[in-house]
Protein backbone atom coordinates (compact mmCIF):
# COMPACT_ATOMS: atom_id res chain seq x y z
CA UNK A 1 0.00 0.00 0.00
CA UNK A 2 1.09 3.38 -0.92
CA UNK A 3 0.17 6.38 1.61
CA UNK A 4 0.96 9.79 -0.98
CA UNK A 5 1.93 13.30 0.73
CA UNK A 6 -1.28 14.68 -1.19
CA UNK A 7 -3.50 12.66 -3.26
CA UNK A 8 -2.91 13.05 -6.96
CA UNK A 9 -6.16 15.20 -7.77
CA UNK A 10 -4.89 17.76 -5.04
CA UNK A 11 -1.97 18.20 -7.00
CA UNK A 12 -2.62 21.23 -9.46
CA UNK A 13 -1.19 21.35 -13.03
CA UNK A 14 -1.63 24.79 -15.08
CA UNK A 15 0.05 24.58 -18.58
CA UNK A 16 0.43 27.60 -20.61
CA UNK A 17 0.99 28.76 -24.25
CA UNK A 18 -1.00 25.40 -25.73
CA UNK A 19 1.28 22.95 -24.56
CA UNK A 20 0.06 19.67 -26.82
CA UNK A 21 -2.33 16.83 -25.64
CA UNK A 22 -0.01 14.84 -25.02
CA UNK A 23 1.48 16.54 -22.19
CA UNK A 24 -2.26 16.11 -20.76
CA UNK A 25 -2.47 12.11 -21.38
CA UNK A 26 1.23 11.32 -19.75
CA UNK A 27 0.04 13.40 -16.88
CA UNK A 28 -2.87 11.46 -16.81
CA UNK A 29 -1.07 7.94 -16.36
CA UNK A 30 0.76 9.42 -14.32
CA UNK A 31 -2.55 10.03 -11.76
CA UNK A 32 -2.35 13.86 -12.37
CA UNK A 33 -5.62 14.96 -13.74
CA UNK A 34 -6.49 18.26 -12.33
CA UNK A 35 -4.92 20.00 -14.94
CA UNK A 36 -5.94 23.54 -16.83
CA UNK A 37 -4.35 24.12 -19.86
CA UNK A 38 -4.26 27.94 -21.44
CA UNK A 39 -3.68 28.55 -24.88
CA UNK A 40 -1.48 31.34 -24.19
CA UNK A 41 1.04 33.22 -22.48
CA UNK A 42 0.33 34.93 -19.65
CA UNK A 43 2.18 38.18 -18.64
CA UNK A 44 3.57 38.76 -15.17
CA UNK A 45 0.06 40.39 -13.24
CA UNK A 46 -2.02 37.40 -14.43
CA UNK A 47 0.99 34.51 -14.04
CA UNK A 48 1.16 36.89 -10.07
CA UNK A 49 -2.43 35.71 -9.21
CA UNK A 50 -2.72 32.37 -11.54
CA UNK A 51 0.43 31.03 -10.18
CA UNK A 52 -0.96 30.56 -6.73
CA UNK A 53 -1.90 26.91 -5.65
CA UNK A 54 -0.52 25.63 -8.72
CA UNK A 55 2.05 22.64 -8.01
CA UNK A 56 3.30 21.85 -11.64
CA UNK A 57 3.67 24.29 -14.07
CA UNK A 58 4.18 24.05 -17.63
CA UNK A 59 4.99 26.80 -20.11
CA UNK A 60 6.84 27.38 -23.65
CA UNK A 61 9.63 30.10 -24.71
CA UNK A 62 7.24 33.01 -24.28
CA UNK A 63 6.28 33.17 -20.62
CA UNK A 64 8.47 35.03 -18.81
CA UNK A 65 9.20 33.23 -15.20
CA UNK A 66 10.79 36.00 -12.66
CA UNK A 67 11.87 35.83 -9.36
CA UNK A 68 8.41 38.12 -8.53
CA UNK A 69 6.23 34.98 -10.10
CA UNK A 70 8.17 32.40 -7.92
CA UNK A 71 7.81 34.62 -4.81
CA UNK A 72 4.36 34.35 -5.88
CA UNK A 73 4.12 30.87 -6.01
CA UNK A 74 3.74 29.58 -3.57
CA UNK A 75 2.88 25.75 -3.94
CA UNK A 76 5.44 25.72 -6.90
CA UNK A 77 7.16 22.03 -7.05
CA UNK A 78 8.67 21.57 -10.26
CA UNK A 79 8.38 24.44 -13.55
CA UNK A 80 8.81 22.35 -17.24
CA UNK A 81 9.54 24.36 -20.34
CA UNK A 82 8.11 22.34 -23.18
CA UNK A 83 10.99 23.83 -25.27
CA UNK A 84 14.60 23.79 -25.28
CA UNK A 85 15.17 27.48 -24.19
CA UNK A 86 15.12 27.97 -20.89
CA UNK A 87 15.95 31.86 -20.85
CA UNK A 88 12.86 32.80 -20.24
CA UNK A 89 13.12 31.45 -16.25
CA UNK A 90 15.25 33.11 -13.78
CA UNK A 91 17.00 29.70 -13.05
CA UNK A 92 19.48 30.80 -10.54
CA UNK A 93 16.15 32.00 -8.87
CA UNK A 94 14.55 29.03 -9.19
CA UNK A 95 17.17 27.22 -7.94
CA UNK A 96 17.64 29.12 -4.81
CA UNK A 97 14.08 28.76 -4.13
CA UNK A 98 14.23 24.67 -4.44
CA UNK A 99 12.27 24.26 -8.04
CA UNK A 100 13.71 22.05 -10.49
CA UNK A 101 13.36 23.02 -13.98
CA UNK A 102 12.96 20.84 -17.01
CA UNK A 103 13.30 20.84 -20.61
CA UNK A 104 13.14 19.06 -23.66
CA UNK A 105 16.74 19.55 -25.12
CA UNK A 106 16.21 18.02 -28.58
CA UNK A 107 12.68 17.30 -29.51
CA UNK A 108 12.29 19.89 -32.16
CA UNK A 109 15.52 20.28 -33.42
CA UNK A 110 15.07 18.59 -36.25
CA UNK A 111 11.36 20.55 -37.09
CA UNK A 112 13.91 23.65 -36.83
CA UNK A 113 16.69 22.29 -39.26
CA UNK A 114 13.39 21.41 -41.75
CA UNK A 115 12.34 24.67 -41.95
CA UNK A 116 15.46 26.99 -42.52
CA UNK A 117 16.71 24.70 -45.12
CA UNK A 118 13.58 25.26 -46.79
CA UNK A 119 14.03 29.04 -46.16
CA UNK A 120 17.85 28.86 -48.04
CA UNK A 121 15.98 27.76 -51.21
CA UNK A 122 13.04 30.11 -50.79
CA UNK A 123 15.20 33.27 -50.31
CA UNK A 124 18.05 31.96 -52.95
CA UNK A 125 15.28 32.07 -55.60
CA UNK A 126 13.31 35.19 -54.20
CA UNK A 127 9.65 32.99 -53.88
CA UNK A 128 8.14 35.47 -51.56
CA UNK A 129 8.01 38.53 -53.67
CA UNK A 130 7.31 36.32 -57.19
CA UNK A 131 4.15 34.60 -54.95
CA UNK A 132 3.04 37.69 -53.63
CA UNK A 133 2.96 39.15 -57.07
CA UNK A 134 1.36 36.22 -58.89
CA UNK A 135 -1.38 36.21 -56.04
CA UNK A 136 -2.16 39.64 -57.49
CA UNK A 137 -2.14 38.62 -60.65
CA UNK A 138 1.32 39.80 -61.75
CA UNK A 139 3.56 37.56 -63.16
CA UNK A 140 7.43 37.79 -62.60
CA UNK A 141 9.07 34.88 -64.80
CA UNK A 142 12.98 36.03 -64.25
CA UNK A 143 16.21 34.52 -63.24
CA UNK A 144 17.66 37.41 -61.92
CA UNK A 145 18.82 36.94 -58.41
CA UNK A 146 17.58 33.50 -58.58
CA UNK A 147 19.80 30.84 -57.50
CA UNK A 148 20.46 26.99 -56.69
CA UNK A 149 21.47 26.52 -53.67
CA UNK A 150 24.56 23.54 -54.96
CA UNK A 151 27.27 24.62 -54.27
CA UNK A 152 26.75 27.47 -52.16
CA UNK A 153 28.13 27.95 -48.25
CA UNK A 154 25.95 28.33 -45.45
CA UNK A 155 28.07 29.39 -42.63
CA UNK A 156 26.14 28.32 -39.45
CA UNK A 157 26.43 29.90 -36.16
CA UNK A 158 26.52 28.01 -32.82
CA UNK A 159 26.79 24.44 -34.25
CA UNK A 160 24.82 22.24 -31.33
CA UNK A 161 21.81 20.11 -31.60
CA UNK A 162 19.95 22.15 -34.08
CA UNK A 163 23.25 23.80 -36.11
CA UNK A 164 24.76 20.51 -36.75
CA UNK A 165 21.70 18.83 -38.32
CA UNK A 166 21.15 22.01 -40.71
CA UNK A 167 24.74 21.40 -41.79
CA UNK A 168 24.03 17.64 -42.40
CA UNK A 169 20.68 18.56 -44.38
CA UNK A 170 22.39 21.47 -46.22
CA UNK A 171 25.24 19.06 -47.70
CA UNK A 172 22.26 16.63 -48.69
CA UNK A 173 21.41 20.00 -50.92
CA UNK A 174 25.18 20.10 -52.23
CA UNK A 175 25.97 23.12 -49.63
CA UNK A 176 29.10 24.23 -48.37
CA UNK A 177 28.78 24.16 -44.70
CA UNK A 178 31.24 26.03 -42.61
CA UNK A 179 30.46 26.96 -38.54
CA UNK A 180 31.76 28.59 -35.61
CA UNK A 181 31.04 27.90 -32.76
CA UNK A 182 32.71 29.10 -29.11
CA UNK A 183 33.79 25.76 -28.07
CA UNK A 184 35.08 22.20 -30.20
CA UNK A 185 32.39 20.91 -31.94
CA UNK A 186 33.12 17.49 -33.53
CA UNK A 187 31.88 18.30 -37.40
CA UNK A 188 29.68 16.15 -39.16
CA UNK A 189 30.24 15.38 -43.14
CA UNK A 190 32.49 18.01 -44.38
CA UNK A 191 31.34 20.51 -42.46
CA UNK A 192 34.04 22.79 -41.66
CA UNK A 193 34.96 25.05 -38.40
CA UNK A 194 36.01 28.42 -39.23
CA UNK A 195 38.12 30.28 -36.68
CA UNK A 196 35.94 33.29 -35.86
CA UNK A 197 32.54 34.73 -36.74
CA UNK A 198 34.05 37.64 -38.26
CA UNK A 199 35.68 35.01 -40.85
CA UNK A 200 32.34 32.81 -41.46
CA UNK A 201 30.27 36.33 -41.74
CA UNK A 202 33.26 37.17 -44.48
CA UNK A 203 32.72 33.73 -46.23
CA UNK A 204 29.42 32.69 -46.00
CA UNK A 205 26.18 33.66 -49.01
CA UNK A 206 23.98 32.19 -46.39
CA UNK A 207 24.21 33.08 -42.47
CA UNK A 208 22.10 31.03 -39.58
CA UNK A 209 22.06 31.86 -36.53
CA UNK A 210 21.31 28.55 -34.02
CA UNK A 211 22.92 29.91 -30.29
CA UNK A 212 21.09 30.20 -27.43
CA UNK A 213 20.03 33.36 -25.88
CA UNK A 214 22.51 34.52 -22.77
CA UNK A 215 24.99 37.63 -22.48
CA UNK A 216 27.07 36.62 -24.68
CA UNK A 217 24.65 36.30 -27.83
CA UNK A 218 22.40 39.76 -26.99
CA UNK A 219 22.84 41.76 -30.16
CA UNK A 220 25.29 39.10 -31.77
CA UNK A 221 24.55 40.02 -35.13
CA UNK A 222 24.47 44.05 -35.42
CA UNK A 223 25.43 46.68 -37.59
CA UNK A 224 29.11 45.89 -37.95
CA UNK A 225 28.45 42.04 -38.19
CA UNK A 226 25.86 42.48 -40.80
CA UNK A 227 28.25 45.07 -42.75
CA UNK A 228 30.60 41.85 -42.72
CA UNK A 229 28.41 39.81 -44.39
CA UNK A 230 29.12 39.74 -47.91
CA UNK A 231 27.70 41.46 -50.23
CA UNK A 232 23.98 39.99 -51.65
CA UNK A 233 23.89 37.73 -48.86
CA UNK A 234 21.16 36.09 -46.59
CA UNK A 235 20.80 36.18 -42.91
CA UNK A 236 18.27 33.70 -40.49
CA UNK A 237 17.65 33.95 -37.19
CA UNK A 238 15.37 30.91 -35.95
CA UNK A 239 17.12 31.48 -32.57
CA UNK A 240 16.12 34.24 -30.07
CA UNK A 241 15.36 37.53 -30.93
CA UNK A 242 17.66 39.28 -28.81
CA UNK A 243 20.69 37.61 -30.93
CA UNK A 244 19.89 40.03 -33.78
CA UNK A 245 19.58 43.70 -34.23
CA UNK A 246 16.29 44.10 -36.17
CA UNK A 247 16.70 47.99 -36.85
CA UNK A 248 19.95 47.46 -39.04
CA UNK A 249 19.00 44.04 -40.37
CA UNK A 250 15.92 46.35 -42.24
CA UNK A 251 19.11 48.67 -43.57
CA UNK A 252 20.83 46.11 -44.95
CA UNK A 253 17.48 44.90 -46.03
CA UNK A 254 16.68 47.63 -47.97
CA UNK A 255 19.42 48.90 -49.20
CA UNK A 256 20.06 45.62 -50.98
CA UNK A 257 23.41 44.71 -48.58
CA UNK A 258 21.13 41.84 -47.80
CA UNK A 259 19.17 40.05 -50.18
CA UNK A 260 16.62 38.17 -48.19
CA UNK A 261 15.98 36.98 -44.78
CA UNK A 262 13.70 34.77 -43.07
CA UNK A 263 13.32 34.87 -39.16
CA UNK A 264 11.16 33.62 -36.70
CA UNK A 265 11.87 34.70 -33.60
CA UNK A 266 11.96 38.63 -32.11
CA UNK A 267 12.53 40.13 -29.16
CA UNK A 268 9.37 41.42 -28.31
CA UNK A 269 6.65 38.34 -29.39
CA UNK A 270 2.95 38.57 -29.12
CA UNK A 271 1.21 36.49 -26.36
CA UNK A 272 -1.07 35.04 -28.52
CA UNK A 273 -3.12 35.48 -31.97
CA UNK A 274 -4.80 38.73 -30.81
CA UNK A 275 -1.91 40.45 -29.94
CA UNK A 276 -0.77 42.63 -33.43
CA UNK A 277 3.04 42.01 -34.06
CA UNK A 278 5.10 44.45 -34.75
CA UNK A 279 8.13 44.49 -35.99
CA UNK A 280 10.84 46.82 -38.60
CA UNK A 281 10.82 43.91 -41.01
CA UNK A 282 7.38 43.83 -41.80
CA UNK A 283 6.56 44.87 -45.39
CA UNK A 284 9.98 43.35 -46.54
CA UNK A 285 9.82 41.78 -49.97
CA UNK A 286 12.22 38.97 -49.85
CA UNK A 287 11.69 38.27 -45.54
CA UNK A 288 10.00 35.71 -44.52
CA UNK A 289 8.57 36.16 -41.06
CA UNK A 290 7.15 33.64 -39.29
CA UNK A 291 5.14 33.83 -35.81
CA UNK A 292 8.12 31.08 -33.80
CA UNK A 293 6.92 28.30 -35.51
CA UNK A 294 10.65 26.39 -35.70
CA UNK A 295 9.34 24.07 -33.38
CA UNK A 296 6.17 23.77 -33.72
CA UNK A 297 4.97 20.62 -35.70
CA UNK A 298 3.05 17.70 -34.91
CA UNK A 299 5.95 15.57 -34.31
CA UNK A 300 8.21 17.32 -32.12
CA UNK A 301 4.86 19.30 -29.53
CA UNK A 302 4.15 15.54 -29.34
CA UNK A 303 7.26 14.54 -28.30
CA UNK A 304 7.72 17.32 -25.87
CA UNK A 305 4.20 16.61 -24.24
CA UNK A 306 5.59 13.27 -23.36
CA UNK A 307 9.23 14.19 -22.24
CA UNK A 308 8.19 17.41 -20.32
CA UNK A 309 5.59 16.11 -18.51
CA UNK A 310 7.52 12.56 -17.71
CA UNK A 311 10.02 14.52 -16.32
CA UNK A 312 7.49 16.63 -14.35
CA UNK A 313 5.94 13.48 -13.12
CA UNK A 314 8.99 11.61 -11.92
CA UNK A 315 9.97 14.14 -9.60
CA UNK A 316 6.58 14.91 -8.55
CA UNK A 317 6.32 11.61 -7.69
CA UNK A 318 9.79 9.78 -7.05
CA UNK A 319 12.04 12.47 -6.81
CA UNK A 320 14.17 11.96 -9.67
CA UNK A 321 15.39 15.25 -10.88
CA UNK A 322 17.60 13.31 -14.54
CA UNK A 323 17.15 16.43 -16.78
CA UNK A 324 16.99 19.60 -14.69
CA UNK A 325 18.87 22.27 -16.03
CA UNK A 326 19.12 24.62 -12.69
CA UNK A 327 19.42 21.58 -10.19
CA UNK A 328 21.61 18.53 -9.21
CA UNK A 329 19.89 15.73 -11.17
CA UNK A 330 18.96 12.31 -9.91
CA UNK A 331 17.73 9.07 -10.75
CA UNK A 332 16.01 7.76 -7.84
CA UNK A 333 14.86 3.71 -7.74
CA UNK A 334 12.23 3.11 -6.15
CA UNK A 335 12.11 0.90 -2.84
CA UNK A 336 9.27 -1.72 -2.37
CA UNK A 337 9.00 -1.09 1.25
CA UNK A 338 9.50 2.87 2.89
CA UNK A 339 9.02 6.09 3.59
CA UNK A 340 10.78 9.08 0.90
CA UNK A 341 12.09 12.78 2.07
CA UNK A 342 13.15 15.06 -0.10
CA UNK A 343 15.31 18.19 1.40
CA UNK A 344 16.27 21.10 -0.61
CA UNK A 345 19.41 23.18 1.04
CA UNK A 346 21.61 25.42 1.35
CA UNK A 347 24.79 24.26 0.85
CA UNK A 348 26.49 24.38 3.76
CA UNK A 349 29.03 22.35 5.90
CA UNK A 350 27.41 20.03 8.35
CA UNK A 351 23.95 19.89 7.30
CA UNK A 352 24.65 16.40 6.10
CA UNK A 353 25.27 15.26 9.76
CA UNK A 354 22.34 16.75 10.98
CA UNK A 355 20.12 15.29 8.33
CA UNK A 356 21.37 12.03 9.41
CA UNK A 357 21.02 12.61 12.91
CA UNK A 358 16.82 13.88 12.75
CA UNK A 359 16.51 10.24 11.64
CA UNK A 360 19.00 7.97 13.37
CA UNK A 361 17.12 10.11 16.94
CA UNK A 362 14.06 9.05 16.41
CA UNK A 363 15.00 4.97 15.89
CA UNK A 364 14.32 5.68 12.20
CA UNK A 365 16.34 2.91 9.80
CA UNK A 366 17.92 4.96 6.83
CA UNK A 367 17.35 2.37 4.12
CA UNK A 368 18.74 4.81 1.03
CA UNK A 369 20.49 7.76 1.08
CA UNK A 370 21.30 10.60 -1.88
CA UNK A 371 22.70 13.73 -1.70
CA UNK A 372 24.22 15.89 -4.57
CA UNK A 373 25.21 19.57 -4.67
CA UNK A 374 25.34 22.51 -7.40
CA UNK A 375 26.41 25.96 -6.51
CA UNK A 376 24.78 27.50 -3.57
CA UNK A 377 21.98 24.42 -3.13
CA UNK A 378 22.17 20.71 -1.82
CA UNK A 379 19.12 18.55 -2.53
CA UNK A 380 19.09 15.19 -0.39
CA UNK A 381 16.49 12.11 -0.69
CA UNK A 382 16.36 10.10 2.33
CA UNK A 383 14.32 6.67 2.47
CA UNK A 384 13.69 5.39 5.73
CA UNK A 385 11.63 2.94 7.82
CA UNK A 386 10.91 1.85 11.15
CA UNK A 387 7.64 3.58 12.95
CA UNK A 388 7.87 7.18 11.96
CA UNK A 389 6.08 9.86 12.45
CA UNK A 390 6.00 11.54 8.99
CA UNK A 391 4.70 14.96 10.15
CA UNK A 392 7.03 15.03 13.24
CA UNK A 393 10.33 13.93 10.90
CA UNK A 394 9.19 16.84 8.73
CA UNK A 395 8.74 19.55 10.85
CA UNK A 396 12.72 18.46 12.16
CA UNK A 397 14.08 18.30 9.03
CA UNK A 398 12.34 21.92 8.43
CA UNK A 399 13.98 23.41 11.41
CA UNK A 400 17.45 22.64 10.26
CA UNK A 401 19.13 25.91 9.37
CA UNK A 402 20.10 26.53 5.96
CA UNK A 403 16.88 24.48 4.86
CA UNK A 404 15.08 25.62 1.47
CA UNK A 405 12.68 22.65 1.40
CA UNK A 406 11.65 20.07 3.13
CA UNK A 407 8.69 17.55 1.90
CA UNK A 408 7.13 13.68 2.08
CA UNK A 409 6.73 12.10 -0.80
CA UNK A 410 5.46 8.46 0.05
CA UNK A 411 5.16 6.29 2.15
CA UNK A 412 5.14 2.04 1.23
CA UNK A 413 4.06 -0.92 3.18
N1 LIG B 1 12.67 28.92 -33.45
C1 LIG B 1 12.33 27.95 -32.65
O1 LIG B 1 11.17 27.57 -32.57
C2 LIG B 1 13.36 27.29 -31.83
C3 LIG B 1 14.46 27.99 -31.39
N2 LIG B 1 15.40 27.37 -30.62
C4 LIG B 1 16.56 28.15 -30.21
O2 LIG B 1 17.72 27.59 -30.80
C5 LIG B 1 18.75 27.56 -29.84
C6 LIG B 1 19.77 26.52 -30.19
O3 LIG B 1 19.20 25.24 -30.02
P1 LIG B 1 20.10 23.92 -29.98
O4 LIG B 1 20.90 23.79 -31.21
O5 LIG B 1 19.19 22.81 -29.64
O6 LIG B 1 21.03 24.26 -28.75
P2 LIG B 1 22.46 23.65 -28.41
O7 LIG B 1 22.74 24.04 -27.01
O8 LIG B 1 22.52 22.23 -28.81
O9 LIG B 1 23.44 24.49 -29.38
C7 LIG B 1 23.79 25.82 -29.20
C8 LIG B 1 25.23 25.98 -29.68
O10 LIG B 1 25.57 27.37 -29.62
C9 LIG B 1 26.89 27.46 -29.12
N3 LIG B 1 27.09 28.78 -28.55
C10 LIG B 1 26.55 29.28 -27.41
N4 LIG B 1 26.96 30.54 -27.21
C11 LIG B 1 27.76 30.85 -28.23
C12 LIG B 1 28.48 32.01 -28.58
N5 LIG B 1 28.44 33.11 -27.79
N6 LIG B 1 29.23 31.99 -29.69
C13 LIG B 1 29.27 30.87 -30.47
N7 LIG B 1 28.61 29.75 -30.20
C14 LIG B 1 27.85 29.74 -29.09
C15 LIG B 1 27.01 26.33 -28.12
O11 LIG B 1 28.35 25.97 -27.87
C16 LIG B 1 26.23 25.23 -28.81
O12 LIG B 1 27.04 24.42 -29.62
C17 LIG B 1 18.02 27.32 -28.51
O13 LIG B 1 18.77 27.78 -27.41
C18 LIG B 1 16.75 28.10 -28.70
O14 LIG B 1 16.94 29.42 -28.20
C19 LIG B 1 15.30 26.04 -30.32
C20 LIG B 1 14.23 25.30 -30.74
C21 LIG B 1 13.15 25.88 -31.48
O1 LIG C 1 12.26 25.17 -28.14
C1 LIG C 1 12.52 26.40 -28.15
O2 LIG C 1 13.44 26.92 -27.52
C2 LIG C 1 11.71 27.27 -28.98
O3 LIG C 1 12.09 28.36 -29.27
C3 LIG C 1 10.37 26.81 -29.36
O4 LIG C 1 9.55 27.47 -28.46
P1 LIG C 1 7.98 27.27 -28.43
O5 LIG C 1 7.70 26.01 -27.70
O6 LIG C 1 7.53 27.18 -29.86
O7 LIG C 1 7.48 28.49 -27.74
Same mark, same amino acid.
Given at each position: MTKLSLAKDKIRVLLLE????SAIQTLAASGYTNVKRLPKALDEADLLEKIKGVHLLGIRSRTQITDRVLAAADRLVTLG %?? %? =??? &???DLPAARRRGIPVFNAPFSNTRSVAELVMGEIVMLMRGILPKSAAAHRGEWIKSAANSWEVRGKTLGIVGYGNIGAQLGIVAEAFGMRVVYYDHTDKLPLGNARPVPSLAALLGEAEVVSLHVPETAET??? =??AAEIQAMRKGSFLINASRGTVVDLAAAAKALKSGHLLGGAFDVFPVEPAGADEEFASP #??? #? $? &?VILTPHIGGSTAEAQERIGVEVARKLADYSDVGSSLGAVNFPQTQLPVRPAGTRFLHIHQNVPGLLAQLVEVFSQRGANITGQYLQTQGEIGYSVVDAEGDLDTGEILEALRAI $???IRARFLFERH
Amino acid at each position: MTKLSLAKDKIRVLLLEGVHDSAIQTLAASGYTNVKRLPKALDEADLLEKIKGVHLLGIRSRTQITDRVLAAADRLVTLG %CF %C =IGT &NQVDLPAARRRGIPVFNAPFSNTRSVAELVMGEIVMLMRGILPKSAAAHRGEWIKSAANSWEVRGKTLGIVGYGNIGAQLGIVAEAFGMRVVYYDHTDKLPLGNARPVPSLAALLGEAEVVSLHVPETAETAGM =IGAAEIQAMRKGSFLINASRGTVVDLAAAAKALKSGHLLGGAFDVFPVEPAGADEEFASP #LRG #L $P &NVILTPHIGGSTAEAQERIGVEVARKLADYSDVGSSLGAVNFPQTQLPVRPAGTRFLHIHQNVPGLLAQLVEVFSQRGANITGQYLQTQGEIGYSVVDAEGDLDTGEILEALRAI $PGTIRARFLFERH
